[in-house]
């Protein structure tokens, strides 16, 4: 009894460990900009650069200290009205500040906060 317990646990170690080398090739191929074997098999090359330059500009982030009116208004749910509220607010110690002074609704914040950044200079 001990012994088929201690086989059953080896073996689903190693299935875990297996999946996770596995996941981690296909993470590794996905950010060289390579087909990973979970991206659609109809990906045109156009799509693949398309997804890579959002990403991108996603890991970037729209500074919103220094952005410019026309920059706030690309984020989605920021309009003129909220774009002039962010503004007129600056400079922000921390890109919660949005939602602590009330300046956009916590729903907004919680869409756009992955695509934002407060820099401080």
């Known amino acids: ?3 088929s317990i201690i086989k059953t646990g080896l ?3 190693t299935l875990l460990l297996a999946a996770g080398l596995f996941f981690a090739n296909v993470n590794k191929s996905d950010a060289s900009g390579n087909k990973s074997a979970g991206s659609p ?6 799509g693949a650069k398309d997804k890579q330059a959002q990403a991108a500009s996603k890991m970037k982030g729209v500074d919103i200290n220094s952005a ?4 706030l ?8 009205a909220e774009a002039d509220k962010i503004i007129a607010g600056r ?3 921390s890109k919660a500040f949005l ?3 009330n300046i956009i609704p916590r729903g907004i914040y919680e869409g756009i906060r992955k695509q934002i950044i407060a820099r401080q200079k």
């Open 11 to 13: 073996i689903a170690g």
């Open 68 to 71: 410019s009116k026309a920059e």
């Open 41 to 46: 098999a109809g990906m045109s090359a156009k």
């Open 99 to 101: 939602v602590t002074r």
């Open 91 to 93: 400079p922000y110690p």
């Open 73 to 80: 208004k690309t984020l989605p749910g920021i309009g003129d």
């Open 1 to 3: 009894m001990k012994h």
